[in-house]
């Protein structure tokens, strides 16, 4: 199942320096929604951006550790951001993903990952550089974007990874 997860490919080149791992300034990002269950469907196929846990991941998207071969489970295709609240380029990124969730409500999910609440999901995925954002689509692997990336590029991403138009 790793070897899968470490061959994602990069969609779009840095536009800005990642975040270093190391760094330790704490503030917070733009406020995301943390439930489990019924209500995270709802919320997150009205637009909304979800925090996702390590087992909402196992029950929504995929479970690692019942396959080992690759199966969405989800009824829409999504888009994780894996982030920190420490990382200046995630807050700068934080917005364009709302904005994202709100421009495709009901056609994809998003959610949001914090890297330090779940180191383990982070680990899984092989997540050392920040933002990282994980596009899976309805049928295929996930695809992988690391850096800041532009409005116009995630559109990009769900229009041409996500088929969503």
Known sequence: MRKFILILSLLFPLLLSNCNAGSSAKSTLNDSVKLSGNDVDKLSSEGEVIALT???FKQKIFNYDISK???FEGDMPVIIDFYA???GP????SP?????AKQFKGKI???KVDTDEEQLLSQTFGISGLP???FIPMEGQPQASSGLVSKEDLVKAV???LKVK
Not at 90 to 93: D, F
Not at 96 to 100: D, H, L, N, Q, T
Request: one cysteine or more.
């Open 54 to 56: 390590t087992e909402m």
């Open 69 to 71: 071969e690759w199966k």
């Open 85 to 87: 609240t420490w990382c």
């Open 90 to 93: 995630c807050r700068m990124l």
């Open 96 to 100: 364009r993903v709302e904005a994202i």
């Open 109 to 111: 999910r998003v959610y």
């Open 132 to 134: 990282t954002l994980l």
């Open 159 to 161: 229009n041409n990874v």
